[in-house]
């Protein structure tokens, strides 16, 4: 089979990287120490190739109620231009299709942005949705569009260094909102848990601006690195927290599902038909090892499993999110079963690290 | 990093180094430690117990995946590294000095019949894809 490829393939072989197959596609998963590349981004700058992801138009009189329609999180909470709004897309039946984010531009044009492995199940969706409830939109994959994630303390400086002209119109942008910006489209999200943009641009420029941030000193990162970053910050991952055999209040997702006003959205009378029976949970390994996706997890209320685990390189200990029995407290005492042993984790508030710091003493 | 030609080594990436007093220092080899990526935990056997040859002793655990240290002959375990507890990234940036453990085998000839570093290689080059 081969394996998909992003606009920065070379460039990244160029770097040093070890590319791994990536859901299909060729992708680096570090260009070194992972551990330094996740230090590196909670101190200063990193930049992480995107491109397999999915950038969709919806653009059309009408697409804000559709998008109201269409997912679980109320697209009415964005007014201000620009402003972004998380949430997930669900089933008639409740369970997640995706998570993904809405980007508020004019009320003819929302973009959203989807993951790359949902990507043409997102569209295929969206497309038949829209059939019949908008049925004038457009839905567009912008497969002419790479995107670059640039995070850390310093990487708004390093990207206003690299393209001037577009520090006027995103200076003040505030944490979740986007300027369109011509060619550039720069929006203040991440995926990390510190400061910075994600830049969206033509592929035929996404090579130069690579090296061109890496001129001024931008690392590249893996997704290595890329995973540890998001853990501690308290970030699903889609397939592995959640995905179409649950829903979202079993994910750790309730925040992002509105429930309490009138408007109807797909999957909400399946929501309220079903009351979950688990819930999300942040787990501290106590003892010496690392926690994995799939473990298993003893409770006084019965079992769970560790839907993503790692190690956390900003607390140096193991740390992972759960699905376990709601009885579950904050402060409890768990027991993991890792190689035939059962080894003692504690529950925790989560996110575990942001913006440079741990949070767990 | 080429395999350094005055140890022996195993089929599943470990390096064996014999010591003047008969005993082996063993570890594992530059190929394994990139394989893994970053070292975050070493959990090594402890002195006087016996080993089979092949038998899991050790656990090397990296961010990406946890893997299995095979004792290369059988033997007795004589020493674990306590320095790995606190660097266990010695043995990314450093693997051939980064010793596991150390144990005397119960047959000195067992470990002649190891993989040079040559025969060694030939593993790896067939690993890779």
Not at chain 1, 141 to 167: E, F, Y
């Amino acid at each position: 089979m081969t394996l998909k490829t992003t606009p920065l393939n070379a460039a990244h072989r160029a770097m040093g990287a070890k590319m791994v197959d990536f859901g299909g596609w060729d992708m680096p998963v570090n260009y070194g120490s992972q551990i330094d590349e996740h230090h590196q981004v909670r101190n200063d700058v990193g930049m992480f190739d995107v491109c397999h992801m999915r950038v969709v138009d919806a653009k059309g009189d009408g697409v804000r109620a559709f998008l109201r329609y269409l997912l679980a999180n109320n697209a009415d909470k964005i007014t201000v231009p620009g402003k972004a709004l998380y949430s997930a897309m669900l089933r008639p039946d409740g369970h997640v299709i995706d998570d993904l984010i809405i980007y508020f531009m004019t009320e003819q044009w929302f973009r959203i942005v989807v993951n790359a492995g949902t990507a043409d199940k997102d569209i295929a969706w969206m497309k038949e949705q829209a059939a019949t409830h908008a049925p004038k939109l457009t839905i567009t994959s912008r497969d002419d569009l790479a995107m670059v994630a640039i995070q850390g303390p310093n990487a708004r400086a390093k990207v206003w260094q690299v393209l001037p002209q577009t520090k006027a119109a995103t200076e003040n942008l505030v944490n979740f909102q986007a300027a369109d910006c011509g060619e550039y489209f720069v929006a203040r999200t991440g995926y990390t848990g510190e400061d910075g943009f994600e830049v969206m641009l033509p592929k035929e420029k996404v090579e130069k601006f690579w090296y061109d941030l890496n001129k001024v000193g931008v690392k590249p990162i893996g997704l290595g690195a890329r995973d540890t970053l998001r853990l501690e910050a308290g970030m699903n991952l889609y397939g592995q927290d959640m995905d179409e055999t649950v829903g979202p209040l079993e994910s750790g997702l309730a925040w992002t599902v509105d429930l309490k006003s009138k408007r109807d959205f797909i999957g909400k009378a399946a929501l309220l038909a079903n009351p979950p029976t688990k819930k999300l949970a942040g787990l501290v390994l106590l003892d010496r090892g690392v926690l994995r996706g799939h473990q298993k997890v003893k409770t006084a209320h019965g079992d769970g499993e560790i839907t993503s685990g790692s190690f956390s390189p900003t607390l140096e200990k193991s740390i992972a999110l759960a699905r376990v029995p709601n009885g579950v407290q904050i402060g409890n005492t768990v027991q993991v079963e890792i190689r035939d042993k059962l080894l003692n984790a504690k529950v925790v508030k989560y996110p575990f690290a942001r913006n440079g710091k741990g949070l767990i003493s | 990093m080429s395999n350094p030609t005055n140890l022996k080594y195993t089929a599943s990436h470990e390096w064996v180094k014999t010591e003047a007093d008969g005993t082996i220092t063993v570890g594992i080899t530059q190929h394994a430690q990139e394989l893994l990526g970053d070292m975050v935990f070493v959990e090594a056997p402890e002195a006087g117990r016996k080993l089979q040859a092949k038998e899991e002793c050790a656990v090397v655990e990296s961010v990406k995946a946890a893997a299995d240290v095979y004792a290369p002959v059988s033997g007795t375990v004589t020493a674990a590294n306590g320095d790995l507890d606190g660097a266990p990234e010695t043995i990314n940036s450093d693997p051939y000095g980064a010793w596991i453990f150390k144990m005397k085998p119960d047959n000195a000839a067992d470990v002649a019949t190891l993989l040079d570093a040559a025969a060694y290689q030939a593993v790896v080059d067939s690993e890779a894809h």
